[in-house]
């Protein structure tokens, strides 16, 4: 399904931003041009929003590592503004040899707080994280 959602993301991409989305790292770039020409994003297409470009943003990742999308609990807290952010809240994540990663989130709040939320640099912290793991 995640990668549906990706595939959906790299047409929309191209017929909507003349933008060719490619897996790679340094396609983060252009995810955060898109990213900040779709925002605000209505409070009715957030969740579908979030699917879609974090299909893309996860598959990045599985372009590099061996990962399955799982749905997985968030371990705390969300502090991502929701009403429920206190409740357990299962999404789609990336099992990364055991460690997951929650790349729909990091897109919800790239959506809802802006650009403080650089997609590049988590990406570079997770990978270093995942780097110095392997086995």
Known sequence: MMRAY??????????????TLDYSVESIALLETILSARTPVPE??????????????????????????IMAVYPGPLNSGRSDAG???????LDIRGSHVYPLLKIFRRLTLGPSEDLAAF??????TLDARKP
């Open 87 to 93: 409740a357990e809240l299962a999404m789609p994540a």
């Open 123 to 128: 990406y570079a912290k997770v990978a270093t």
């Open 44 to 69: 009715n297409d957030l969740e579908e929003t979030t699917r879609l470009w974090g299909g893309y943003y996860g598959e990045i990742f599985r372009t590099k590592y061996p990962a399955e999308w």
């Open 6 to 19: 990706a595939e959906e993301a790299v047409r929309l991409a191209e017929t909507d931003h003349g933008m």
